[in-house]
T-cell receptor, first 114, second 109 residues
Framework: DVKVTQSSRYLVKRTGEKVFLECVQD?????MFWYRQDPGLGLRLIYFSYDVKMKEKGDIPEGYSVSREKKERFSLILESASTNQTSMYLC?????????????FGSGTQLSVL | GQNIDQPTEMTATEGAIVQINCTYQ??????LFWYQQHAGEAPTFLSYNVLDGLEEKGRFSSFLSRSKGYSYLLLKELQMKDSASYLCAVDTGRRALTFGSGTRLQVQP
């Protein structure tokens, strides 16, 4: 089974702090994704990566950056955390998109910015 | 832009059948996915449709009409454990999925 591991289940940070969310997958997947999930808004794509050192902006990249130095690890960085970034963050991975390339999700990180 | 619509909440009775609809208007279409997400857990894959028609997998079936921009997830013989959110997602061709806001299903005894 594919395992996608997010480093923290719950995180509390202060406004203005730099925050790192880490995600590791163990199935040699090319694609990795960061989504945030908010009530009533569903999952919204922040950034994704289809190869090492490659990244593409999703629908809501403002205030975020990412790093993919190794194939198995995809980090989401909040340069200066703000209260509107309080959310559930979900990491996912998949094989290259062709037909029926389903996403495998981590358990999520609930981030609270105070 | 991309628009994927689902009902926010539905309630159904144990043992019954429920249909969860999803309509989409997207710039591209390479397939439609359904995911299940129990409260506090990660979403898990349920089904994938790329051609028109019905795909059946046990108690769950998913239907797609590309010409109408419409899909539904059909759950039969509902069980209490089916209480969860059901997420519709479209592969628009940009190598990432775009999700609807999800439908929260409550199964009552």
């Amino acid at each position: 089974d594919v395992k996608v591991t997010q480093s923290s289940r719950y995180l509390v940070k202060r406004t203005g702090e730099k925050v790192f969310l880490e995600c590791v997958q163990d199935m040699d997947h090319e694609n990795m994704f960061w989504y945030r999930q908010d009530p009533g808004l569903g999952l919204r794509l922040i950034y994704f990566s289809y190869d090492v050192k490659m990244k593409e902006k999703g629908d809501i990249p403002e205030g975020y950056s990412v790093s993919r130095e190794k194939k198995e690890r995809f980090s989401l960085i909040l340069e200066s955390a703000s209260t509107n970034q309080t959310s559930m963050y979900l990491c996912a991975s998949s094989l290259p998109f062709g037909a029926n390339e389903k996403l495998f999700f981590g358990s999520g990180t609930q981030l609270s910015v105070l | 832009g991309q628009n994927i619509d689902q009902p926010t909440e539905m309630t159904a009775t144990e043992g019954a059948i429920v249909q969860i609809n999803c309509t989409y208007q997207t710039s591209g279409f390479n397939g439609l996915f359904w995911y299940q997400q129990h409260a506090g857990e990660a979403p898990t894959f349920l089904s994938y449709n790329v051609l028109d028609g019905l795909e059946e997998k046990g108690r769950f079936s998913s239907f797609l009409s590309r010409s109408k921009g419409y899909s539904y997830l059909l759950l039969k013989e509902l069980q209490m454990k089916d209480s969860a959110s059901y997420l519709c997602a479209v592969d628009t061709g940009r190598r990432a999925l775009t999700f609807g806001s999800g439908t929260r299903l409550q199964v009552q005894p």
